[in-house]
Every structure is written in structure tokens, then in C-alpha cells.
């Protein structure tokens, strides 16, 4: 492709995009066909030869077709369902600049840009959300081993800072094969997945050094539980290594209390708090209550690519520790050998993560951090609690749904009061209408009873009050 025809298609392409977003309002949010649709619209084998201009005509009318048509709109205003996945005109920007540049920022001497734009980012998320200097490049406290770094996912940040606890065992002179993990027995499944990628557990079921640990009845860990696990464990001979606190549980944004946490875990088993979707709402100070003990966090992640306006995939993932953590993670063969390595005077990301390459990332969470600037961000997140808020007073006075869960920032579980095949019915009435797009869970009720209930989390970029009043109407509609 010439630069004169990628100008051309580019132009094309980002007014398309824009036309997109803009259409999103009057499509429905969720349409497809049956499984194979998009399959058996594309030919079996791939043509021997060359594309031409008219290839060009064929794939951008088979986006603008098949492909559209068969998307769940994430982006659509009117889309509630799992949790918010961002985009934004300043972070989709900062993703066709990461991969017009598409440089490799595995190590520092690779591109040092891609290096210390990232560096200075996570300094400035750390500030923005009120984590203490500890976390930061800047203000590395005593030890000077703070530091943040971008991951892929929250659940890449479980993973890492798992095998950093575990390297910091093993250091301590520990077995690490007797290593014990515990979190919530609501915490997100990618604990399990980590604990099983790390080769404690033989499957999602094997609670042999994976403890899931009970909640109390608005769905937090019950510490004194967790206590009681812990000194178990430590009498039947095994090392507790790991403690996952969860900041805004995926079924139903509860928040269990780091101070509570701590207070029965001890200093050396290292602790984390994964916020992945709530940590957006520390942006306002109101809020940072959420993260009250977090000094004594050893690792705290959590993803603007959910409700912090920068595109998938961008999780902000800082640790007190990363000496553990490059320790445990690195390997330096003769092939990436540098002097600013060696020296030890630069920060090499390929030492925080599992793999070796990496995206330049940091220039989209730039472009959305300085864009939107404090204020900016904060009044996305201000307004999305609102309407939650807004919600919830209509759940209180209507008769026929209930809170499932009390609300903590922009998510609203709400169950049918008639019971789970009505609240199903409903659900499902909502989603095949296209109007609107709602998701599931199960949570217990006041008597333990596990009930299924409608999750609705209120974060989409272009969602507004007035969109939550009409998913409101719609339920009402769907629930006569
Ligand atoms: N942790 C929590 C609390 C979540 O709510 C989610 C979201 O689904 C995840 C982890 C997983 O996030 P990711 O897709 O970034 O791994």
C-alpha cells in the first residue's frame, strides 16, 4: 500500500469511526445471527492473489455489513451489561499513534519514550486516584521500590503479582510448594486462573492452596474468616503467600476493607487489591474511602479501559515491591544484554510482565489524562453515579423490582421481587428488544438463597441520565 493510499483509506477509516459512535444512538445494541453467520460470509481458503482497490471496496463493506451487524455495541449509550469498556475519541487517537509508531518497549534502551511516558502516566493515575507515594516512581518512600506499569488486563496484574509474592517466599528462605492464595468467595475468576497458571490449583475446583473465603451479608470478605483460615493453614504446615482483596466484586461491586484485611494477615504475606472496574470512581475524592489501609497494600491495579475513558486494553497495575517483582519475572539472556540495563539506572517493563514484547500503551492514557484533565475525569465518573443513584431511588419505590445488593458507585443489581423466572424474563425481554443490553448474576438473599439478578452498570462513555431513565421505562414496559 502506498503512504498516498493509506492517507486516503485512513481518512476513510476515521470518519467512518466517527460515524459509528455517532449512528450507536439509534442501532440496536445488540444484533446478530446465529452462530456462523460471519464465517459463512467470508470465503473457506484465502486467494493466491493480491488484493486490489476493489479488495479494499469488498473488506470495508464487509466491516460495514457483516461485521457491525453481528457486534454486541459495547460502545452504544444504551449498553449496561457486564461493566463499561471505554473508548474515546482522544484514546482511540492515542491506539492509531501507538500503532502508526508500533515500536517494542520491552526494555528501556527499545524505545526509551515508550519506557518513561509509562512511567510518568502511572505516577499521574497514582496521584489522580490517591494512592500513597509509595506506589510511584517519584516518591518512592522509604525502600524506593515503588512504581507503576500498564498491563493488558486486571487479570494479567493478579497473575504478576501473585508470582512476585511467591519469588518473595522463596526468597525469605519459604517452601514455596506449601504456598496458600486467598480471596473472596465473590472475587473475579481470574484468581482461580492465576492460581492455576501458577500451578496451585489442578483445576477451578482444587481448593487444596486456594482458599475462597465466605462474605457477609452485603457480599465483603469476612476477615475474621480469613484470619481463621490463615492460622489454619499455618498449623497444618502450609505458607500463606497471597491475599486478594477485590475493590468493587464484579457480581456486586461490594468492597472489602484492606484495613480489615490486614489486620489479620501479616506483614509478609503479600497483599493485593484488585479494583479493576471501581477504581475509576477514586478519581473523586468522595470515594477513596473505598481504598482506606491501601498503604499497606503490596500491589493495587486497576483498568481505565473499563470506566476511565481509554480504550481496551489498559490496565494501571503499581506495587511497593517491584524488586520482588522483577526478581521473580526476569531472565536476561545474552540477546537483550544492554549498558543502561546493566547499569541498572533504567526500568526494563518486560521484567513486569509475562510476556516479552509490549505496546507503547502509555500514549492513549496520555492523550486521556491530559485531555480530560482532573475535572474532565472526574465529572464522567461523577454523572454515571448520579444516574446509578437515580436508578436506585426508582428500585426503592416500585413494587415489583427490588435492590439485590446495596449500591456503592454506578452499578445497580436489581432482581424481580416475584422471583428469578421473572426477573430472567425481563432480562431477557430487554435485550432482545435491542433497546438496551443488561447482564446477569447470582447472589445470595438475606437467607443465604442464591437469586438471580440483573446487573446494570452505568459507565459507557456517551451514557447519560436520560438513557438510564429510558433502560427504567423499558423494564417497566418489559416487566408488565
Ligand atoms: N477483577 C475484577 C474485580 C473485575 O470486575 C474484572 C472484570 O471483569 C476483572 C478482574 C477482569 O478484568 P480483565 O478483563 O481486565 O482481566
Known amino acids: 500500500m502506498s503512504p498516498d493510499e493509506f492517507r486516503r483509506l485512513g481518512h476513510f477509516l476515521i470518519d467512518w469511526i466517527a460515524d459509528y459512535h455517532a449512528g450507536l444512538e439509534g442501532r440496536a445494541v445488540q444484533s446478530f445471527g446465529p452462530p456462523g453467520t460471519v464465517l459463512a460470509a467470508m470465503p473457506q481458503?484465502?486467494?493466491?492473489?493480491?488484493?486490489?482497490?476493489?479488495?479494499?471496496?469488498?473488506?470495508?463493506?464487509?466491516?460495514?455489513?457483516?461485521?457491525?451487524?453481528?457486534?454486541?455495541?459495547?460502545?452504544?449509550?444504551?449498553?449496561?451489561?457486564?461493566?463499561?469498556?471505554?473508548?474515546?475519541?482522544?484514546?482511540?487517537?492515542?491506539?492509531?499513534?501507538?500503532?502508526?509508531?508500533?515500536?517494542?518497549?520491552?526494555?528501556?534502551?527499545?524505545?526509551?519514550?515508550?519506557?518513561?511516558?509509562?512511567?510518568?502516566?502511572?505516577?499521574?493515575?497514582?496521584?489522580?486516584?490517591?494512592?500513597?507515594?509509595?506506589?510511584?516512581?517519584?516518591?518512592?518512600?522509604?525502600?524506593?521500590?515503588?512504581?507503576?506499569?500498564?498491563?493488558?488486563?486486571?487479570?494479567?496484574?493478579?497473575?504478576?503479582?501473585?508470582?512476585?509474592?511467591?519469588?518473595?517466599?522463596?526468597?525469605?528462605?519459604?517452601?514455596?510448594?506449601?504456598?496458600?492464595?486467598?480471596?473472596?468467595?465473590?472475587?473475579?475468576?481470574?484468581?482461580?486462573?492465576?492460581?492455576?497458571?501458577?500451578?496451585?490449583?489442578?483445576?477451578?475446583?482444587?481448593?487444596?492452596r486456594v482458599r475462597l473465603i465466605e462474605c457477609d451479608d452485603v457480599h465483603r470478605m469476612d476477615a475474621d474468616a480469613l484470619g481463621r483460615a490463615i492460622r489454619a493453614d499455618v498449623a497444618a504446615g502450609l505458607v500463606p503467600g497471597w491475599v486478594c482483596a477485590t475493590i468493587g466484586m464484579?457480581?456486586?461491586?461490594?468492597?472489602?476493607?484492606?484495613?480489615?484485611?490486614?489486620?489479620?494477615?501479616?506483614?509478609?504475606?503479600?497483599?493485593?487489591?484488585?479494583?479493576?472496574?471501581?477504581?475509576?470512581?477514586?478519581?473523586?475524592?468522595e470515594h477513596r474511602w473505598m481504598i482506606e489501609g491501601v498503604e499497606r497494600a503490596d500491589s493495587v491495579c486497576f483498568n481505565p479501559h473499563k470506566w476511565l475513558l481509554t480504550n481496551f486494553d489498559c490496565d494501571c497495575f503499581w506495587t511497593r515491591d517491584r524488586a520482588s517483582l522483577v526478581r521473580a519475572l526476569s531472565v536476561l539472556p545474552e540477546y537483550l544484554r544492554n549498558s543502561a540495563t546493566e547499569a541498572g539506572a533504567v526500568v526494563d517493563y518486560r521484567d513486569w510482565q509475562i510476556p516479552l514484547g509490549r505496546r507503547f500503551r502509555a500514549l492513549k492514557l496520555m492523550f486521556v489524562l491530559r485531555h480530560y484533565g482532573r475535572e474532565g475525569l472526574r465529572a464522567h465518573v461523577r454523572a454515571h453515579i448520579a444516574a446509578a443513584a437515580w436508578l436506585e431511588q426508582q428500585v426503592h419505590a416500585s413494587e415489583y423490582f427490588e435492590m439485590a445488593s446495596p449500591r456503592?458507585?454506578?452499578?445497580?443489581?436489581?432482581?424481580?421481587?416475584e422471583g428469578d423466572d421473572a426477573t430472567r424474563r425481563v432480562m431477557e425481554a430487554i435485550n432482545s428488544s435491542g433497546r438496551a443490553f443488561v447482564s446477569h448474576t447470582m447472589l445470595p438473599d438475606e437467607s443465604g438463597r442464591e437469586r438471580f439478578v440483573m446487573r446494570v452498570a452505568i459507565g459507557g462513555t456517551a451514557t447519560r441520565l436520560e438513557h438510564v431513565k429510558e433502560l427504567w421505562a423499558l423494564m417497566c414496559e418489559c416487566a408488565r
Open 45 to 208: 481458503r484465502l486467494a493466491e492473489e493480491a488484493g486490489t482497490g476493489d479488495t479494499w471496496k469488498e473488506m470495508l463493506a464487509f466491516v460495514d455489513g457483516t461485521v457491525t451487524s453481528n457486534l454486541l455495541h459495547w460502545q452504544s449509550p444504551r449498553f449496561f451489561g457486564y461493566f463499561p469498556c471505554n473508548a474515546s475519541f482522544p484514546g482511540i487517537l492515542g491506539e492509531i499513534l501507538a500503532a502508526g509508531l508500533n515500536v517494542n518497549g520491552m526494555l528501556w534502551a527499545t524505545s526509551p519514550a515508550a519506557t518513561e511516558v509509562e512511567m510518568r502516566c502511572t505516577d499521574w493515575m497514582a496521584d489522580l486516584i490517591g494512592l500513597p507515594g509509595e506506589f510511584t516512581f517519584e516518591n518512592p518512600g522509604a525502600n524506593g521500590q515503588g512504581g507503576g506499569c500498564i498491563a493488558g488486563t486486571a487479570s494479567e496484574s493478579t497473575l504478576v503479582s501473585l508470582l512476585a509474592a511467591r519469588g518473595r517466599l522463596r526468597e525469605r528462605g519459604s517452601d514455596v510448594h506449601a504456598m496458600t492464595v486467598y480471596a473472596s468467595r465473590h472475587a473475579h475468576s481470574s484468581i482461580v486462573k492465576a492460581a492455576m497458571i501458577a500451578g496451585l490449583a489442578d483445576g477451578p475446583e482444587d481448593r487444596r
Open 250 to 285: 464484579t457480581s456486586s461491586e461490594s468492597v472489602d476493607s484492606l484495613v480489615e484485611i490486614r489486620r489479620v494477615v501479616p506483614e509478609e504475606v503479600w497483599l493485593h487489591a484488585d479494583a479493576a472496574f471501581t477504581g475509576a470512581a477514586l478519581v473523586c475524592e
Open 408 to 417: 456503592v458507585t454506578s452499578l445497580v443489581c436489581l432482581c424481580c421481587a
